[in-house]
């Protein structure tokens, strides 16, 4: 992408040289840029249209498929969209940024076939700048990236940009110990930020209340246009509070699979945030 945006300042700085001289030349370079530039437009479409479809449906559940049966995925989505899901969460691990195990692309690829819901994608995992545009290909519509993997700010708003640029809603996401400063510089301009409200790697944790601070806190800046999104242990006792502070999108593992009835536990969730 980097390469991607040099190549077209490289292109209007002689867009612009050509069009003093010749304007024939400059139409010439125009039709050149224009895949480039439909490109650029398709992909802010894109975003435009996942961000206002889960800023109308908010406050939302959106069912992580963590403890899912991997057996019937296809199942597993279609009940979840069924009982009422608007989005769907997935939970990338590496296995080195969390003690733990899941999926990579294909999962989410075969997760693409099985619904046209928005696709969030949770990356727990290092160097995720690595594989972006394989998990956009795959069909990822929000790709949210850790600030604990980046090594500064600015890693983490390029990473942001580069989200952008491939079409997809930017999140970034912050453990329970990690402290809003850290995210100071890139809250305005991001789409989502996620308050880890457990330690990630695993479900059915305790729910760990500091995350509703933050959400507090961003909720009230002005500056912050993001969707705000809590994950960790959010279930019948601690769903409502999340919703209060301002939680635009709740994730919720094993509070919804470890029911028999998604649609009921379903209801009985969004009865808490309604
Ligand atoms: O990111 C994670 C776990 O790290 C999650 O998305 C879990 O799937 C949430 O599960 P519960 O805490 O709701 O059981």
Known sequence: ???????????????VCLW??????????????LPEILLLVTALN?????????????????????????AKLGQEIAD??????QLMHLDVMDGHFVP?????????EAARRSTDLPLDVHLM???????????????????????????????LADLVAEIRELGALA??????????????????????ILCMSVMPG?????????????????????????????????NLETIADCAQAGANLLVVGSAISSGENYEKRFRQLEQLIR
Do not use: W
């Open 100 to 108: 733990n195990f899941t999926f990579g692309m294909t999962i989410v």
């Open 46 to 70: 894109h975003r435009e249209q996942i961000k206002s479809q889960l800023r109308s449906a908010a406050p939302a559940i959106a069912p992580s498929i963590l403890l899912c049966d991997y």
């Open 171 to 192: 999140g970034i996401a912050i453990n329970p110990p990690t402290p809003l400063e850290k995210i100071d510089q890139v809250a305005a301009d991001c789409d989502l």
């Open 125 to 155: 995992m290092e160097n995720p700048g690595r594989y972006l545009k394989q998990f956009r290909e795959a069909g990822a519509d929000v790709l949210t990236v850790h600030e604990e993997v980046c090594r500064d700010q600015q890693e």
């Open 1 to 15: 992408m980097g390469r991607d945006k040099t190549s077209l300042t490289f292109a209007n700085q002689h867009l």
């Open 80 to 85: 979840l969209q069924a009982a009422g899901a």
């Open 202 to 234: 695993f479900g059915g944790q305790k729910f760990d209340r500091t995350a509703l601070d933050k959400l507090r806190t961003l909720h009230e800046r002005e500056d912050v246009d993001a969707l705000l999104e809590v994950d960790g242990g959010v």
């Open 20 to 33: 003093a001289d010749d304007r024939r030349f400059a139409a010439l370079a125009c039709s050149f840029l």
